[in-house]
């Protein structure tokens, strides 16, 4: 970690309770932020952030590093035949190297699009590797492993005992949680009512709340999902949850995108999360979430990318924009402008993973976790808004430099903790091998 740095000149998007944009400086010290604006002190170095957007790392809150290496190989199928005819199979084919392979490539491509820090759900063995990542390449995550007890055709390397799902999820928030001052974190993450039993939902809502851990789930992704769960609980999916104890404000929800009026009263109620996936949700063809809705009736609502799998490409830059343009073709050019879109990317994000004192704005006292966008570039000239030019015209190529926890880990666009050429051949290798052993073809 640097002592002190310095980004000089840039224009500070702070994300602040105002949403100040002012010109000037960001001065970190020790891991945190100690000034936002003109400052006359000094540091050990010093970035150059004239043409540039400064702003909060992106925080996504939904994401599988797990399934980095699907990439390409589960195209074009709707959710329960995404899983069944490919991501279950290639899960079961991971190894511990396959997937240490999949999250290296996963937190390269994060940080060099700007993210900084996301909630992850692994697949249900080997999770320590992704953990070991997130801590050696200085990148922010809570991370969690797959629970899966129950569910029609899922491969056996996959249906686990319900003890023994839980005893390995302690053990590894065990020894991991709160590891690399706090970066890495460890969480709950039932995969989703329709391949968990109700005594392992009981379990994890009593856990979470003894152990102080986030649950991390699906909900009302798909209707034919959404169909499942009624057949085997008589309840639609969030009312099922909130029956066990899972809808509060230390559970996140990825999706929700088929809800009732019970379901959005239920949501604002116990100040559950929302996780928002806009491209996932459209490539898988599951529909268009009412985030308007439920940011007007006080709903957490964030965004991720999900996973490669389902996205193709982990950019909170497309997720911004998907998001805001989805919005405005259902209920207007007028909904959720670009400023309230760059909230949900950081500091909402943030509130999800209880974390919102600590990142996702740029405020004197806070950890560093910081991006440097470059905005001289054709597509984004000229730049009359900078909240809207990072919404609507910003690319990942954009960004320059990243910071997390005060450590610079992208400087001038080349990956500090990562060496990128060996990150892409290690992942090819191990992707083919994965392929094969999966039965799914290249």
């Not at 392992?200 to 979470?208: K, S």
């Not at 404000?249 to 109620?269: G, K, S, T, Y």
């Amino acid at each position: 970690m640097t002592g002190s740095i310095l980004i000089r000149g840039g224009t500070l998007v702070t994300v602040d309770a105002s949403d100040t944009v002012v010109a000037g400086d960001l001065l970190v010290r020790d891991g945190r932020i100690v000034a936002v604006g003109e400052t006359e002190q000094t540091a050990e170095e010093v970035i150059d952030a004239r043409g540039c957007a400064v702003l909060p790392g992106f925080v996504q809150t939904h994401v599988h590093l797990c399934q980095t290496l699907f990439r390409g190989a589960a195209d074009d199928l709707p959710l329960i035949d995404w899983l069944k005819r490919r991501v279950w199979l290639m899960e079961a084919a991971h190894t511990a190297a396959s997937v240490r392979a999949s999250a290296r490539l996963a937190v390269a491509e994060l940080i060099k699009g700007g993210t900084t820090c996301a909630l992850t759900m692994e697949t249900v063995g080997h999770t320590a590797e992704v953990l070991r990542v997130v801590e050696e390449t200085g990148f922010r995550a809570t991370v969690g492993k797959c629970m899966m007890d129950a569910g029609a055709d899922v491969p056996a390397a996959l249906l686990e005992e319900t003890e023994s799902s839980i005893s390995e999820s302690l053990a590894l928030a065990e020894e991991w949680h709160g590891r690399g001052q706090g970066r890495v974190r460890c969480c709950f993450a039932p995969r989703f009512a329709v391949s968990c039993t109700r005594g392992l939902l009981e379990r994890v809502a009593v856990l979470a709340r003894e152990r102080g851990l986030i649950v991390h789930t699906h909900a009302s992704e798909n209707l034919t999902e959404i169909e499942l769960v009624r057949q085997e609980t008589g309840m639609r999916n969030v009312e099922y949850l909130a029956s066990l104890g899972l809808a509060a404000p230390h559970v996140a929800l990825a999706h929700c995108v088929h809800l009732n009026e019970d379901e959005l009263q239920i949501l604002a109620r116990t100040g559950a999360h929302v996780l928002h996936c806009p491209s996932s949700n459209l490539k898988l063809g599951s529909g268009i979430a009412p985030v308007k809705e439920m940011l007007e009736r006080g709903i957490s609502v964030s965004l991720g990318a999900d996973g490669a799998a389902c996205n193709n490409r982990l950019d909170m830059f497309t997720e911004m924009r998907t998001a805001a343009l989805l919005q405005k073709v259902v209920h207007g050019a007028d909904t959720l402008n670009a400023a309230r879109v760059v909230r949900m990317a950081t500091i909402d994000g943030a509130r999800a993973l209880s974390l919102e004192s600590e990142i996702g704005s740029l405020e004197a006292g806070k950890r560093a976790d910081v991006s440097v966008v470059k905005l001289e570039r054709l597509h984004t000239t000229p730049c009359p808004d900078t909240v809207s030019t990072l919404v609507y015209a910003a690319q990942t190529g954009d960004i320059r430099t990243v910071l997390i926890d005060g450590r610079i880990v992208l400087r001038d666009g080349e990956l500090k903790t990562l060496d990128e050429r060996e990150v892409a051949s290690e992942a090819a290798r191990e992707a083919q091998e994965l392929y094969a052993r999966a039965g799914v073809g290249e």
